[in-house]
């Protein structure tokens, strides 16, 4: 081997080296990076789950209860007070307690049993189904009953909520409510069973 050629492979040993080093530095700041993400994924972490778990508790506190307001669900007046005027007889609503229609579970069928102002003439019901819980159907059926439309559940307003058709097998939990002086209605006491799927 002459002068020239040992010192070709010297240069190609180097760069060989080179070759290698740059290859672990570039290794070396995937890694880095990836624990970087990792630190922030974890950081984020710690305060995404006690804001979830706050979440959660403050949905599980907002229940109904006694004094709240029954508030239009849906449509352009979602979230004003329904009133006794606005309701005809053999008619149903689907109300939230005031503030507090971020629990599903609050979901409410208002009705008006008949014309008149007594207070027997207006009942309400969780309007979750008790068979899986499904939704009712905010308006009533022509023969004044409330159906389901996930199975064909139909309960009677009139009665309780009690189940005509299955396949639920237990009525929809009664609510309690008065009506008050400027016509509003107002939630008087708990559902008087359990809401939903048992
Ligand atoms: Fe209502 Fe099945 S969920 S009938």
Do not use: W
């Amino acid at each position: 081997m002459d002068e020239q050629q040992r010192q070709q492979q010297e240069r190609d040993a180097a760069d060989a080296i080179a070759d290698i080093r740059d290859g672990e530095l570039a290794t070396r700041r995937r890694v880095l990076k990836g624990l970087i993400r990792i630190g922030y994924g974890a950081f984020a972490l710690a305060f995404a789950i006690p804001a979830l778990a706050i979440k959660t508790l403050s949905l599980e506190e907002l229940t109904v209860a006694a004094g709240d307001a029954l508030v239009y669900a849906t449509g352009d007046r979602s979230g004003q007070p329904v009133t006794i005027a606005e309701l005809s007889a053999g008619s149903g609503v689907q109300v939230f307690p005031n503030g507090k229609a971020d629990n599903p579970n609050n979901l409410v069928q208002l009705i008006r049993l008949a014309d008149g102002d007594a207070p027997e003439s207006f009942v309400a019901y969780s309007a979750i189904c008790t068979h899986l819980g499904c939704t009712v159907n905010a308006t009533l059926e022509d023969d004044g009953t409330i159906a389901c439309p996930c199975h064909g559940s139909r309960f009677d307003p009139a009665a309780g909520a009690a189940v005509l058709n299955g396949p639920a097998n237990r009525a929809l939990p009664a609510l309690p409510i008065r009506v008050e002086d400027d016509g509003t209605i107002a939630v008087d006491g708990d559902f008087d069973a359990p809401v939903g799927v048992q």
